[in-house]
């Protein structure tokens, strides 16, 4: 049973690998929005259905975009950068559930969840230059993952990689044994998160990304200083506080 407050988006195409065309982009790209509005989501799972978990792009959407001019060409490009920017820019944590191969853009949505699980069915391929392409759209949240040394490697050779080395590499958080364990793990993950407070989460995510590529200075001191003053003063903050005081649990365990 799905507790409340948490949101599990399914990629629903096993009998095409899950791969993306303009229809699943679209579609995907405005649940993302819908999530990102929605207050009582506390938690996001990204999973699939299948022996994979996405293999990218789909064949036949990739060859209507090759009769494409550029302008078309340019439009879809920034529809697939959208549903990306959606995904990593969600307020709320998410979680990749990999279970099966994820190339190019279905390594681009485990890249842009904040924490990704994966079993040893898991593989990952940054593949597009064996078709004449490169990543692209994904490259930002892909290099912010694996950083620039790998992504020199990965980009340039397409070739493939286990879980073990998506682990090495930063693209996974923790490799479990199995499907089950996959999915007791990423429970855990969910009771802990539900445990702190909501706004506190969301507050701490974006502090990240706010801070990310500043350099640490006086500047970035008084960005944090500023910050944390302004968290003390919230009603959830106030609540924290003296639910721990009073022995208590705080109203967002209730």
Not at 2 to 13: E, R
Not at 153 to 158: D, V, W
Not at 172 to 196: C, G, M, Q, Y
């Amino acid at each position: 049973m799905t507790p409340a407050g948490l949101a599990i988006v399914t990629l629903a195409k096993p009998e095409k690998h899950n791969c993306f065309d303009e229809a699943t982009i679209e579609r995907l790209s405005t649940i993302f929005a819908d999530l990102g509005n929605q207050d009582s989501v506390r938690a996001v799972i990204i999973r699939a259905e299948g022996k994979s978990f996405s293999a990218g792009g789909d064949l036949n959407w990739m060859r209507r975009q090759a009769g494409q001019i550029y302008d078309e060409n340019l439009e879809d490009a920034r529809g697939l950068a959208e549903m990306f920017a959606r995904l990593d820019r969600l307020p709320m944590p998410t979680i990749a559930l990999v279970d099966g191969p994820a190339y190019g853009g279905g390594v681009g949505l485990v890249a842009c969840c904040d924490i990704a699980l994966a079993t040893p069915n898991a593989a990952f391929a940054l593949s597009e230059v064996k078709i004449g392409l490169m990543p692209a759209t994904i490259a930002p949240y892909v290099l912010r993952a694996i950083g620039a040394r790998n992504c020199r490697r990965y980009f340039q050779t397409g070739e493939r990689f286990d879980g073990a080395e998506a682990l090495r590499i930063g693209l996974v958080s923790e490799l479990l044994p199995d499907a089950p364990a996959l999915e007791h793990r990423a429970d855990k993950l969910i009771e802990t998160i539900f445990l702190n407070a909501p706004g506190a989460v969301a507050r701490a995510k974006s502090l990240v990304a706010e801070i990310e590529f500043l350099e640490i200075d006086d500047d970035l001191g008084e960005l944090t200083a500023v910050s944390i003053a302004k968290r003390r003063a919230t009603d959830e903050a106030k609540e924290g506080l003296s639910a721990f005081l009073e022995k208590r649990r705080p109203a967002w365990q209730a």
